[in-house]
């Protein structure tokens, strides 16, 4: 339980002990069942908020909100600072350089805004009832999430050798094992019948974009395009499962 504690602590705010735990490479496993730690958390709120306000709107609102607060921000910021380095027509130096900037630029604003508002609005046009489906929706997409991360560290080498966010990550190719993490989340999809395998074969089709996109145009991947990972996976599968009801009547 330790690499869980640890994973916890990295990508997370939630309380997991008093001393700090870091465990890089053993942790990474983890990173899904964190995730669906984080829906978990994020379905049982939702679902307390709905019952205290009519409609989806607001529940919508606090939902995006606790996301933010539960993580820090911290995915939220490699977001910011991956759009102000890759969107431009700039060398793959110029852009490391722009992403350790600490300041957030125009794209990175707008680009906090575009997937805080799609995620928003995925979460609102989920209806509330049947509740149990609204309630490992919001189980599944964080554990989803967070499991891009281990096909990231797999599939590309780390950008920054000397030393980074994510560098500790990296290093040995991560064997099938790790991905144990994955399978954690093929129960609330098999619960969700086929919305759940739709939100799979979705989940795959992103990772296999966003990856196909940062080896083109970066040939490498940092901690920041790990956390852009996450928040674009995470805002497009709550729109995906929107798609999903709207289909399905």
Known sequence: MRSFRAAVQFITL????????????????WFPAVGLLLGLILAVFDALACRLWAGAMVPAVLDVVLMVVMTGALHIDGLADSADGLFGHR??????????????????????????????????????????????????????????????????????PAGGTGYDLFGAPLDIKRFWGLALCLLPALLLGWRGIWLILVFFALVYAILYYYRRRMGCITGDMLGAMIEVSESLLFLAASIAFFQGG
């Open 91 to 160: 060398d793959k130096d110029t852009v490391l350089s722009i992403m350790k900037d600490s300041r957030i630029g125009v794209m990175g604003m707008a680009a906090v805004v575009c997937g805080l508002a799609v995620k928003f609005a995925g979460i609102a046009s989920i209806p509330l009832l049947p509740a149990f489906e609204r309630f490992f929706i919001l189980l599944l997409v964080p554990g989803l999430a967070r499991a891009a991360m281990i096909f990231g560290i797999r599939s590309l080498p780390y950008g920054r």
């Open 14 to 29: 939630l309380p997991a002990g008093k001393t700090p735990v870091y465990q890089p490479r053993d942790m990474i496993a």
